[in-house]
């Protein structure tokens, strides 16, 4: 059984701490908040009664819980500057969670508040290090990120050199995430400046040329080295991956650029990412590829994602090979693309569609419409082709609409109802296409007995 808790806030100091007037018997567990994008760690429920000073930690936690909902940032602020009391709390889970919960939640307030300067969230990030070693890194990475959307690209490169230099034993060692992160932001940053001084030193003469030839070699191998290290370990590294490819293509290593690609797009113990396949496609594009090429790198992509933008390009890559099998997959590409309501109102997949399936049909290839088609008819005439879709298709976009006037045709017969709609709509010159439509459908349609 719990006693009743008497709070009164004392106004006059902005609301800076609650009084307690009687304990609770149990624990008040610190719920997650994800207010803001905050996931502030969890106390878990004990049994027993309360001290007051952990029942007023608690409900001064959910007093700027509340403040910050309601954009109330001074007032937030200061009972943050109440709730530092924690730090010397005796209970050590409490006094272990409590750097983190002030971090998060100081971040957050210093980048609302309306009176914050820059050099306050430098302050409050130095301090926080040093009050939680355990989120040290963490700290400097956010610093680093507040110093690089500010622009001040020297500070956050002071941040990440003290980063990486710091050990504090096994503090350390859990956070080796962390400081894979750090050491590639500074060798980000390492290629930022071998991006400039290579800028510079193509404009310089004489001495400065050389000496700027000298630091972007420097620039260079600092850059390299890390990014090595770094891709090698599984994880995301989409930026580092980006800016290591740029590195050796500009050096004229392009080898040695796609193996990295290829490594980062094939590596199984990499978590999922349709963007490994995206950069290699775009890398083999930029060097002239053949299509044979092209197809390889784009097929584990359309695995991965069928609804991703490049599948248009690879629909006309298999059409134009010379291989039947490819040819009934760049229509099998184009129907999974328009499952995807992304897609519905999109000229360019609708005339691909329209072009392959015709291509089918007059080739006697009605078993491969067939084949897609006949698992979507039940869904695909509610989903693309009602009266409604024709009325607002016409309006929008007249060529969108006689694209999938034409294909409702091809699938469903001259009695589609988007067809029919289609024809009844606009003007008389606006639907004189639509007689090499009704054409087209009369000899190719899948309604007619195969």
């Not at 941040?159 to 710091?166: H, I, M, T, Y």
């Not at 770094?230 to 080898?255: A, H, Q, T």
């Amino acid at each position: 059984m719990e006693t009743e808790t008497v709070v009164e806030e004392n106004e006059d100091n902005g609301g800076a701490l609650p009084v307690i007037d009687k304990t609770m018997e149990t624990e008040t567990a610190v719920e997650e908040n994800e207010d803001f994008g905050i996931s502030l760690p969890i106390l878990h429920r004990t049994k027993g009664p309360l001290k007051s000073c952990y029942v007023t930690a608690d409900l001064c936690l959910r007093l700027i819980h509340e403040a910050m909902r309601k954009k109330q940032w001074e007032k937030a602020s200061g009972l943050l500057s109440s709730y530092f009391q924690t730090l010397e709390s005796r209970h050590t889970t409490r006094q272990q969670m409590a750097p983190e919960i002030i971090w998060r939640l100081g971040s957050e307030i210093l980048l609302n508040h309306p009176k914050c300067t820059r050099g306050d969230i430098n302050v409050f990030h130095e301090a926080m290090k040093n009050i939680g070693l355990r989120n040290y890194l963490g700290v400097s990475l956010e610093q680093v990120y507040h110093s690089l959307c500010n622009g001040d690209y020297d500070e956050a490169y002071r941040v990440l050199s003290l980063a990486e230099s710091w050990r504090c034993g096994r503090l350390a060692v859990r956070q080796k995430p962390n400081q894979r992160l750090v050491q590639g932001y500074r060798a980000a940053l390492n290629y930022r400046s071998w991006v400039n001084r290579r800028a510079s030193s193509s404009r310089a003469d004489g001495q400065s040329q050389l000496s700027g030839a000298q630091a972007v070699g420097s620039h260079y191998r600092q850059a390299t080295v890390t990014f090595q290290e770094i891709i090698k370990l599984p994880g995301l590294w989409d930026p580092f991956v980006l800016s290591y490819v740029d590195l050796l293509e500009s050096s004229g290593e392009r080898e040695e650029a796609e193996k990295v690609l290829k490594a980062y797009a094939s590596n199984p113990k990499n978590p999922p990412n349709p963007n490994a396949h995206v950069f290699h496609y775009e890398f083999k594009k930029r060097n002239t590829a053949s299509d044979e090429e092209l197809k390889k790198v784009l097929a584990p992509l359309y695995s991965m994602t069928p609804s991703h933008t490049l599948m248009v390009n690879y629909s006309y890559l298999l059409s134009t090979s010379s291989s039947a099998e490819d040819v009934k997959m760049a229509l099998k590409v184009l129907f999974d693309l328009l499952d995807f309501s992304g897609w519905k109102n999109n000229l360019k997949a609708w005339s691909f569609l329209a072009k392959e399936i015709k291509k089918a049909l007059h080739n006697d290839h009605k078993d491969w419409v067939l084949e897609y088609w006949e698992p979507r008819s039940s869904w695909w005439s509610p989903y693309h082709f009602t009266k409604l879709h024709a009325k607002r298709d016409w309006k929008e976009n007249v060529d969108l609409a006689l694209k999938k006037a034409l294909v409702a045709g091809m699938l469903l017969g001259l009695s589609c109802p988007y067809l029919l709609s289609v024809c009844k709509s606009g003007k008389d010159e606006e639907r004189r296409p639509l007689r090499n439509i009704i054409k087209t459908v009369q000899k190719n349609n899948c309604a007619k007995k195969f």
